[in-house]
Nanobody, 120 residues
Framework: QVHLAESGGGLVQAGGSLRLSCAASGRTFSTLPMGWFRQAPGKEREFVAA????????YNADSVKGRFTISRDNAKNTVYLQMNSLQPDDTAVYYC?????????????WGQGTQVTVSS
């Protein structure tokens, strides 16, 4: 079993930045590929970014390319999402999960989420 806890969300103006963190415990974190998803009110959960276990393969959704960067620190059992040039459309609850792919059903354990609100 894997326990995941997101943090770092908050309220930010358009054009601003936030860095989300996801702390993991339980199974050996360093062997797990990890991903970030987001869900806005009334919308389906949407893939944001994923990183492999060794932090040398990443991919992002087209909507965040060039603005968001996923990374991890296996020594700290933590995966990060650096979000720059935030826009109101980025407002959502952001979740981390262990798995690999662009679909929520390809992921196993999920955190409780952290709210990101971008004001215009």
């Amino acid at each position: 079993q894997v326990h995941l806890a997101e943090s770092g969300g908050g309220l930010v103006q358009a054009g601003g930045s936030l860095r989300l963190s996801c702390a993991a415990s339980g199974r050996t974190f360093s062997t797990l590929p990890m991903g970030w998803f987001r869900q806005a009110p009334g919308k389906e959960r949407e893939f944001v970014a994923a990183v492999n276990w060794s932090d040398d393969v990443t991919y992002n959704a087209d909507s965040v390319k060039g603005r968001f960067t996923i990374s991890r620190d296996n020594a700290k059992n933590t995966v990060y999402l650096q979000m720059n040039s935030l826009q109101p459309d980025d407002t959502a609850v952001y979740y981390c999960a262990d798995g690999w792919g662009r679909h929520y059903y390809e992921y196993n354990y999920w955190g409780q989420g952290t709210q990101v609100t971008v004001s215009s």
